[in-house]
């Protein structure tokens, strides 16, 4: 089988990004060039435009691609949308695939080959597995529209090799080059197209000790979480200013042999968004000096923190630095008043000043937030230390009681199916006490690990 005229339509996946080669347009290639790649060396006279933006919502895919789309004429039409407006946190899904149903119509009367997705299945993912059924019913809606119009469809959600994250990039949003290359395979098996790509093995993911774990958490909050948070806050895409890579249809570049994009990045291990947070994880503990603890630790740390904090009450959450899990580590440690005096100021600049410019940030769609002290009320808590080892925050966003016995608002937890409130906590290390699953499992925004 043989294509003269593809076109590709949609948003960051099918645009290429997580797959980079700086010597193409946005600086990335992707699974739909390297399909193009296939289909260019099988007939002189190809053609290939790739119409995606990153960010992109489905009904704005549908406005501002499908009439530029049906323009080229296209014999192959590839298209993925949707998976934006998932991750929002409310979403009429019937509504967006009826617009879908109708746009998959229009390419398939246009005489098209049409190519769709399903969606991922986040079963295994600790930070998207809470909109697992959003996905679910999306992809159902989506089989249910291929079907009416002779769409050929992508089963992504049954593709359980990429659990593997060795498959995505260190964003941990998007595929990594192994995960493009293994998508283009996916696409042209599926179109029943003959070729020589292998496919790839994902990139090996080294064990990192707890320590550099954290630190590469911190760093993935800091570089894409909160840049994420923040663009979704202030009404602002990832793809505001670029054009599409392919507008008209040419001939794509040759292959190029070995190009892998960045092949030296840190491990995957991923948390709720946007915290650290290391459930697995055992205790370290490290003495203060001249404190034995029956072996040899290291003492205390002096604090470092690489950046000035957020201004308080600043609608710029930029994450929380390293010096905060440092800060609760040597706490967990050392839980007196004197150790809390010494270290007072690390806790100003790099718990509650990040805390703060993050409720601040996500005021306008939770509401305003309190944001709990640092002091342990040991009247009622088992734990007698005098400090709390983590940061909390709480928005009551309930119905006022309709009964004096009824409470306003609450903490929510896993059990809680429509939560009244929403909480939200800096990254914390587990203490070896038991922790109840309303006052721990619950954390930033609403998300559970």
Known sequence: MSFQRYVALGDSFTEGVGDPDPTR?????????????????????????NLAIRGRKLLPILAEQLEPALALEPDLVTVYAGANDILRPSVDVDMLVAAYDDGLARLAAAGARVVVFTAFDPGGSATYRLLRGRFALYNELVREAADRHGATVVDFWR?????HWGYWDEDRMHMGPAGHQRMAVAVLDTLGVEHDLAVPDPR??????????WRQHATWVRDSAAPWVHRRLTGRSSGDGLDPRWPTLARPPHRTAGHTGRADVA???????????????????RSTPGTSYGQDVPSLRTYDVPRPPPRLGAVEFQGFPVAALDFYDDLEVDNTKSFWEAHKHVYAESVRAPMTALCASLEPEFGKAKIFRPYRDVRFAKDKTPYKTHQGAYVGVGPA???????????????????????????SRPTP???SPTTRASRCCGTRR
């Open 401 to 427: 009681p309709t009964t004096p016995s009824a409470p306003s608002s609450r903490r929510w937890s896993p059990s809680s199916r429509a939560p009244a409130s929403r909480s939200a906590a800096t990254p």
């Open 25 to 49: 347009p946005n600086g990335v290639r992707g699974w739909a060039d390297r399909v193009a790649e296939v289909l260019a060396d099988r007939d002189p006279g190809f053609g290939y435009a």
């Open 267 to 285: 491990q995957l291990v991923e948390r709720d968004l946007p915290k650290v947070d290391v459930a697995s994880s055992s205790l370290v503990i």
């Open 204 to 213: 090996e993911i080294t064990e990192l000790a707890r320590r550099e774990q």
């Open 159 to 163: 593709m359980r090799e990429y659990r």
């Open 433 to 435: 006490a038991a922790s």
